[in-house]
């Protein structure tokens, strides 16, 4: 049949709006509504046919029931845009969930002419659309289609909108300046993190629950979680150091991601100094960004080498010309790595090997050295300075024939291993004009 006498034995089955018309011929032309396209259509079989154009009540449409009339988009984009009033976004995208029965209807529709049950549009795709579009030009936003600031679902038939406020998220390098700290809260393991053992307190955490009053978290994200105004955070970090040793130099990219934020657009710089006021010389951040939600992946994932700084003790007094020849020998050098005693028993015990991109050091008195250590992500440092008996193959104490111990490790730098990937990559950062005031949306017009 052709899209004429598609309209016509369509037309009969009135009263059928313009827009349940026109979704049926959605893949016709561009630049129309589907009521526009309905309403043409109708008027083109009046024309060609020679007989009298009736409008049609769209309230009366027995297939939508009156959903897809102007004033029900403009009502449903209107409760979008209250139920967001107070919130702070940039992207949005609206999704509808069809009632049972228009979905039944539109499927009877189509099959009533020989047609394929999708043709043309689905209901909740023009939904999504229309509503969208009002939702756009209320608020000043834009639709995202893949990880928009707010999803909202319009629920038909429980006459309801419901939304999502997805997460923001800040980037940023930290320093540990103090030792003793973890990076994320620590449960106690005693309690589980409850505080109590039965009905006293627990001995092993005083009752906090937390091992440690301190964390890098603890010390950052509450007030990331404060300016975004939003309900929870939590601490993402590239990889993290021993409780005991420090991270300082450039410092240890982080995302802190803020759940349910109601402002987004903040002031990054303020924010910097606001976290560092409040972590008061324990823990240091610079270079915030705002990020997208992939930069959590990204500082997890990212294959990244580490500068060490360790402090050496030796059992016996150490010959400089040795000291430096040993330190030669580990450069450029491949480890081998038996599981070390003090990781974690639930990791499989196996031999890893690690390059040591480049061993430098000075020896302080016969004794004690400082040494620095380039390595490869994975290393065991504390191990290759020990060789952690015969386990981690060469090492510093085997190279000297005389036992070596760590008494402070400092991490100076986490570098991304490849140059192509490096941790500041523009394409995770979300780029805010400059210019650009934070938007404040009303929800009336
Ligand atoms: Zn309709
Ligand atoms: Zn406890």
């Not at 107070?86 to 228009?102: A, C, M, R, S």
């Not at 008494?407 to 500041?424: K, P």
Request: proline share 3%; hydrophobic share 35%.
């Amino acid at each position: 049949m052709s899209i004429l006498e598609n309209v016509r034995a369509l037309a009969t089955q009135n009263p059928l709006c313009d827009a349940c018309l026109g979704r049926v011929f959605a893949d016709r032309s561009f630049g129309l509504t589907n009521t526009e396209r309905g309403k043409s259509l109708r008027i083109t079989v009046s024309l060609v046919d020679d007989i009298p154009y009736e409008s049609i009540d769209t309230t009366a449409c027995w297939v939508c029931e009156g959903a897809c009339a102007d004033d029900q988009f403009d009502s449903w984009g209107q409760r979008c845009a209250t139920a967001v009033s107070d919130t702070e976004f940039n992207t949005y995208q609206v999704g509808t969930k069809t009632p049972p029965l228009i979905e039944e209807n539109e499927t009877l529709l189509r099959e009533s002419i020989g047609l394929q049950s999708d043709a043309g549009e689905l209901f909740k795709s023009e939904y999504n659309r229309e509503v969208g579009k009002r939702v756009g030009q209320r608020t000043d936003t834009t639709v995202e289609f893949g990880r928009p600031d707010i999803q909202f679902t319009i629920d038909l038939e429980a006459d309801s909108v419901n939304v999502d406020i997805h997460s923001a998220f800040v980037y940023g390098r930290y320093r540990k300046l103090t030792r003793g700290i973890p990076q994320t809260e620590w449960p106690c393991s005693a309690c589980d993190g409850s505080g109590y053992q039965g009905s006293i307190a627990c001995e092993t955490c005083g009752g906090s629950g937390y091992l440690y009053d301190d964390s890098v978290e603890e010390l950052t994200a509450p007030v990331v979680c404060d300016v975004m105004d939003g309900t929870d955070s939590t601490f993402h970090g590239a990889g993290r150091e021993d409780v005991d040793a420090l991270m300082i130099g450039t410092g240890r990219p982080f995302v802190i991601e803020v759940f349910e934020p109601r402002r987004r657009n903040i002031d990054i710089n303020r924010l910097e100094g606001d976290i560092n006021a409040f972590a008061d010389g324990a823990v240091e951040v610079e270079n915030l960004r705002l990020a997208n939600y992939e930069m959590v992946e990204r500082v997890k994932e990212i294959e990244a080498s580490k500068r060490y700084r360790a402090a050496v003790a030796f059992d016996a007094p150490i010959n400089v010309t040795n000291f430096d020849t040993a330190l030669t020998t580990l450069t450029d050098t491949t480890i081998e790595q038996y599981t070390p005693n003090r990781v974690d028993h639930r990791r499989a015990a196996i031999t890893r090997t690690r390059t040591v991109y480049d061993a430098d050091g000075t020896l302080d008195d016969p004794t004690h050295a400082t040494v620095e250590i380039h390595g490869a992500g994975g290393l065991y440092v504390k191990e290759l300075i020990s060789g952690d008996d015969g386990r981690t193959e060469p090492s510093l104490a085997g190279l000297l024939d005389t036992g070596a111990t760590v008494t402070d490790l400092d991490v100076l730098g986490v570098y991304a291993e490849s140059e192509s990937e490096s941790f500041e990559n523009d394409a995770y950062f979300r780029t805010v004009d400059a210019s650009s005031h934070p938007i404040s949306h009303s929800a009336s017009e």
